[in-house]
């Protein structure tokens, strides 16, 4: 069964760093852009920061020049380097990727299970 395991979450000071980490496991064929989305209560589902297989990357204008994405295609794992944080960052933080589990299946989008980060001030 695929999964997407996140890690490294936490509550943090405003201005400290976390670093955050997801892991995809089960039949995989080929994964293609892994991503970081946040979701803050009562508010959507926002796209942080993507990086396809290729490492172009694209971050959200409130994150740019803090946030850092990353990948390891060997080891099939993400991770988000997060400085200078701001309260306004606290949300719990899921991965994403598009995922080809054999050569002749399309791809599919799938989810972790979310990671809480608060920053307090």
């Known amino acids: 069964q695929l999964q997407l395991v996140e890690s490294g979450g936490g509550l943090v000071q405003a201005g400290g760093s976390l670093t955050l980490f997801c892991a995809a496991s089960?039949?995989?064929?080929?994964?293609?852009?892994m991503a970081w989305y946040r979701q803050a209560p009562g508010k959507q589902r926002e796209l942080v920061a993507a990086i396809t297989n290729g490492g172009s990357t694209k971050y959200a204008d409130s994150v740019k020049g803090r946030f850092t994405v990353s990948r390891d295609n060997a080891k099939k794992t993400t991770s988000m380097q997060m400085n200078s944080l701001k309260p306004e960052d606290t949300a719990v933080y899921y991965c994403?990727?598009?995922?080809?589990?054999?050569?002749?299946?399309?791809?599919?989008?799938?989810w972790g299970q979310g990671t809480q980060v608060t920053v307090s001030s």
């Open positions: 994403n990727a598009d995922i080809k589990t054999r050569s002749y299946r399309s791809s599919s989008a799938y």
């Open positions: 089960g039949t995989i064929f080929r994964i293609n852009t």
